[in-house]
T-cell receptor
């Protein structure tokens, strides 16, 4: 079945460091791919998404590129801030039609000043 | 525009008690979802409603029932709570066309933290 695998955390970085959170997926067909972020004590918010191969999603300095050949959707940010500390979830949907989101287990990011 | 709202925010139950978690959205979305979030498990889908009048089981439906009361509201009921149902519960909604695709972006509520003793 369809699944999402994220790198395990926690990830601990200093402010202004470069961030990569790996995400790979298994799916039949051509899913849409998402990154959601969950700040402490809150629900999930969409961070970015990509709906077809080679699309790049971007928001708030974060980027991820839909790579069909490596079945990956890695999240990157060039310079993290303390306010980026949160849990990040990779997710896929859309295959087969009528299925809901499938989430990875989440990666906790902690950024210190 | 409040988005997705959930009540209550916190709840403590004793084993065997029942309760209903309420969810409402004001974005005129067609589809609504209930997830549970447990440490190290990510989010797991309990039930979803692709459109008003329909509900379907997700990955972990046992011990739960749902009602899509109208287009705005989607409730989750625990008939006889068990300690294994201690979790954080999130409701979400998405626009999705009535043609059946569930691939649209989902919008989440703030969650209900439930403890079953």
């Amino acid at each position: 079945g369809n699944s999402v695998t994220q790198m395990e955390g926690p990830v601990t970085l200093s402010e202004e460091a470069f961030l990569t959170i790996n995400c790979t997926y298994t799916a039949t067909g051509y899913p849409s791919l998402f990154w959601y972020v969950q700040y402490p004590g809150e629900g999930l918010q969409l961070l970015l998404k990509a709906t077809k191969a080679d699309d790049k999603g971007s928001n708030k300095g974060f980027e991820a590129t839909y790579r069909k050949e490596t079945t990956s959707f890695h999240l990157e940010k060039g310079s993290v801030q303390v306010s980026d500390s949160a849990v990040y979830f990779c997710a896929l949907s859309g295959v087969p039609a009528g299925t809901a989101l499938i989430f990875g287990k989440g990666t906790t990011l902690s950024v210190s000043s | 525009n409040a988005g997705v709202t959930q009540t209550p925010k916190f709840q403590v139950l004793k084993t065997g008690q029942s309760m209903t978690l309420q969810c409402a959205q004001d974005m005129n979305h067609n589809s609504m979802y209930w997830y549970r979030q447990d440490p190290g498990m990510g989010l797991r889908l309990i039930y979803y409603s692709a459109s008003e009048g329909t509900t379907d089981k997700g990955e972990v439906p046992n011990g739960y029932n749902v009602s899509r009361l109208n287009k705005r509201e989607f409730s989750l009921r625990l008939e006889s709570a068990a300690p294994s149902q201690t979790s954080v519960y999130f409701c979400a909604s998405s626009p999705n066309s009535l043609s059946g695709s569930l691939a649209d972006t989902q919008y989440f509520g703030p969650g209900t933290r439930l403890t079953v003793l």
